[in-house]
DNA sequence: ATCAAGACTGTATAAAATATCAGTCAATCA
DNA sequence: TGATTGACTGATATTTTATACAGTCTTGAT
């Protein structure tokens, strides 16, 4: 059992996936042709109804009547001679009880050099939200992860919590810990790990954010 | 025999940078149609001969009988020459009057990959100063920096005025430009562009933090 | 002065690629 | 149980794209 986090069916995110990789490879999108000789189609319309399914749910946008006018909106995947397949995992949806560095949570991987960091960078995390927008932090934001199970007060750290996975200040008194969060509009999320279990996941090395408004 | 990329003529050189610019900006290479439409021309073959002098020099490779079929034989357009495989210039103190990417100003390389910013980053620039606070830009930062000369009104932009340079947003008005802080304690700086000069060195693309506080 | 290379116009056409119509088959959903 | 959706086959019309051929005009080198 797959996460599904995008609502693509599992042939849709094969096609996705070959689109991609056409891309990175290639230089430029796939026609239907190509889609088809790569699925053993045998009719181009296999892979049009594909993409408009695709175009449909926003995964891809069409452009009509274009050669090859198939754009991924989250712009492209680019080839990257130096830093190729190195880098960090980027970890999507988190689910429940699962460990957070599963497979299934790997959303893509970013040419990052982990010793960027210090101490070393194990994997990011994409910010939802603004609970700590005062630390700097801002909804979208990529967070570097280092893998640790203790924390010490004052450091930011991702958090299990609850079933929840969360990224805040650590502040720990006696059995009882507060996760702080850096903005007047978020609650404080206090825990007695005599009662509830609490798991520290990493400390929070760094932060890297792309395309600032404008 | 080695490839001579310096001899090509200045036209052929325009044609190239056009198929890089389609490139980053389509996500594909383009077609002789798109290039004729491009540069004005009103037959399909002043692009033809254009691609076929280019691929005879070696700058491009073409695919015969596909459509968009013109590769970059180093793979995705990347940056210039000078600091390629280097990772990203650190900027540190600029001098007044001074080029900003002037050799002297760097400071350090850091292995990021230009391509993870979107337009890619040309440099690094260390935050100096809480101005901009509230864009979630703090103290230390380092900001990614996409090389213009030109901005729109909301753009976070690295700009030169009164031998300062100065990282704030932009905003203008007619002749006059405001570059606003993000931060209630910094006053917006105002400068008439008829009175004072006032240059845009870059667009601010993206941000990397390293070492949270803890 | 001639020659070659570069930068084009103009016309034509085959091949590549898009787009549409008409179906089949299986699984899921109301 | 009928309707809908997903995943296809098969055929074909239409547009886009590549590419060939025949030229003009200019510039710089021999």
Aim: proline share 7%; glycine share 10%.
């Amino acid at each position: 059992m797959t996460i599904d986090t995008t609502g693509l069916t599992r042939r849709q995110q094969e096609i996705l996936a070959f689109i991609r990789h056409a891309l990175e490879t290639e230089g430029r999108p796939p026609t239907r042709a190509e889609v088809c000789r790569a699925f053993g189609f045998k009719s181009p319309n296999a892979a049009e109804s594909h993409l408009r399914a695709l175009a449909a749910k926003g995964a891809i946008t069409l452009e009509e009547g274009r050669a090859r006018g198939i754009r991924l909106p989250g712009g492209f995947p680019r080839r990257s001679s130096a830093f190729r397949d190195e880098g960090l995992p980027l970890i999507g949806h988190v689910a429940a009880g699962n460990p957070i560095l599963a497979i299934e949570h790997i959303e893509s991987h970013h040419p990052i050099d982990p010793s960027l960091f210090s101490p070393r960078a194990d994997y990011l995390l994409r910010v939802k939200g603004l609970s700590m927008r005062d630390a700097g932090i801002l909804d979208g934001d990529l967070l570097a992860i280092h893998r640790s199970e203790t924390a010490r007060n004052g450091q930011v750290v991702v958090a299990r919590v609850r079933d929840d996975v969360t990224v805040k200040t650590f502040s720990a008194r006696g059995k009882l810990v507060s996760l702080l969060p850096a903005n007047p509009d978020f609650e404080p999320i206090t825990v007695d790990t005599e009662i509830e279990p609490l798991a520290i996941e990493g400390l929070v090395v760094g932060l890297i954010r792309n395309g600032l408004p404008g």
